[in-house]
């Protein structure tokens, strides 16, 4: 084993974790049931602003309620949206298709 | 009259009396069939949400390429598949097969990435396998057939050229808000890094395609920091990853090996913006090596790319028209390219698009050629 990249590597991961962490409380303290919701209105204005930076839009008519689940979860990771976004876009997919 | 009377009086009566019958048993097969409704809706709703979710997408692409001093081909570029699956809100596998047929006619299959997403909280997910180089925009994001608005790749950014492809490793990616509606995206992983190949004593290229196996020892870490404004729909990025990577050596037994690890650097920086229906994209990315002097290829060497491309559909028609051009640059003059191309599209749906390019290829280092070429594409994303 190599201690310098352990060193480095070593280092960078506990910053991220420690940085994970952070947010993952920070969203438990801030994060009530009911607002982290989806929310349809909210969902119109995340798609409009987030679904054309890569591709061109798809229309919420191409899939299901269920696919749009998995889709959406899938460009999250992709485009770095948050939990939120997330759950707002696909709230207005379902309601749109 | 009395007798009249009485058979009219008989007849409504013996009518009514029918009509409340039949009403009643009306309401009984009207309950019976709501409850049987019911049940059907419950069992609709059943398979719309349960909590393991399945779905298949991908994409695939077909075409012709004529390229000078060549005979001109039909292509089947490639099939590749998508897997979902995804548990509630808490984990995600996503697989994306990709399967090619070479000059032979033999098929091949591969991983083009395979992840198990953990969903930590808003803000992060923790990413597990093989993923897509988050270094940059193209490989990640913008190569797939019916995103990219080309047929071909920019110069450099192909498989095993200056871009990295593929990681095996961790990696955390997620996003936060950053004031109004803008955000900050970000990709920071740690991988098994990429490997060299050598031939005659030179570093002949360096390896991404997400090695199973660290030969040498040494991590790579490192990511992209993504900053949007979807008030102007632009985005911009930085990337930077180091370690240590080695050259692998197979000799005639089948034997792999590999020598000291080395430093390895990779940077870049991307953009993408987009008016309507104008786009414009550009990515640098240079990674580079440092000297080993133990080494079967001891010398440092540095491989760097960019591309800027611009496409506007000419709405409401669904005819497209796109500019790009990008030079590649690698430590063997034979290998570099300057490339203008210019491309039209036809846009059948934003996710079904035939494309027609020319590229005028050349190699800037005197003494050596590049051929320019003719592709036409067909690419379908599902």
């Not at chain 2, 909590?51 to 570029?77: C, N, R």
């Not at chain 2, 990025?237 to 020598?259: E, F």
Request: charged share 20%.
């Amino acid at each position: 084993m190599n201690t310098q990249w352990l060193k480095i590597s070593g280092s960078v991961l506990s910053a991220l974790l420690i940085t994970a962490g952070l947010l993952a409380t920070g969203t438990g303290v801030a994060a009530e049931a009911d607002s982290k919701k989806g929310d349809f209105t909210r969902g119109v204005q995340a798609w409009a602003d987030n679904c054309t930076r890569c591709h061109d839009v798809r229309d919420p008519k191409e899939l299901r309620d269920d696919q749009w689940i998995t889709t959406v979860y899938h460009m999250r990771i992709r485009a770095g949206l948050t939990g939120q976004q997330t759950r707002d876009i696909i709230t207005f997919m379902q309601g749109s298709n | 009259m009395k007798f009249k009377l009485t058979a009219i009086a008989t007849a409504v009566g013996i009518l009514t009396m029918g009509s409340a019958l039949a009403a009643e048993v009306d309401l009984e097969k009207l309950q019976a069939d709501v409850d049987k409704l019911n049940a059907k809706a419950v069992e609709w709703e059943e398979w719309k949400a349960p909590k393991t979710l399945v779905h298949l997408a991908g994409y695939a692409d077909v075409g012709y390429t004529d390229k000078q001093g060549e005979p001109g081909s039909f292509k089947v570029g490639t099939f590749s598949p998508i897997f979902h699956y995804q548990f509630s809100d808490i984990v995600m596998m996503e697989a994306e097969l990709e399967f090619t047929i070479d000059e032979t006619g033999k098929s091949e299959a591969g991983i083009d990435y395979f992840t198990v997403d953990y969903f930590i909280s808003d803000y992060v997910a923790l990413i597990g396998g093989k993923f897509l180089s988050p270094i940059g925009q193209f490989r990640q994001n913008l190569h797939p057939s019916w995103i990219n608005r080309m047929a071909s790749a920019p110069v450099g950014f192909g498989h095993d050229q200056a871009a990295p492809n593929a990681e095996i490793g961790l990696m955390f990616r997620g996003g936060f808000p950053v004031g109004g509606r803008n955000t900050m995206s970000y990709a920071a992983y740690i991988g098994n890094g990429p490997t060299f190949e050598a031939d005659g004593g030179e570093i002949e290229g360096i390896e991404t395609p997400g090695l199973n196996r660290d030969g040498d020892g040494g991590k790579v870490g490192g990511g992209r920091l993504g900053f949007y404004i979807p008030g102007i729909k632009l985005d911009l990025g930085a990337s930077y990853a180091t370690g240590k990577a080695s050259v692998r050596t197979i000799d005639n037994t089948g034997a792999i090996s590999y020598d000291k690890g080395r430093d390895y650097t990779v940077y870049g920086a991307d953009l993408t913006w987009r008016i309507s229906t104008f786009r414009l994209l550009g990515e640098y990315v240079s990674q580079e090596y440092g000297a080993q002097a133990s080494s079967a290829a001891p010398d440092s060497g540095k491989w760097t790319a960019w591309y800027a491309q611009a496409s506007y559909q000419f709405a409401p028609s669904k005819w497209e028209a796109v500019l790009r051009y990008g030079e590649y640059d690698t430590p063997h003059d034979g290998q570099d390219r300057n490339q203008s191309a210019v491309g039209v599209n036809y846009l059948f749906a934003s996710n079904v698009v035939a494309k027609l390019d020319y590229e005028f290829n050349e190699n800037p280092n005197p003494g050596f050629d590049a051929e320019n070429r003719v592709l036409v594409q067909f690419a379908y994303g599902f």
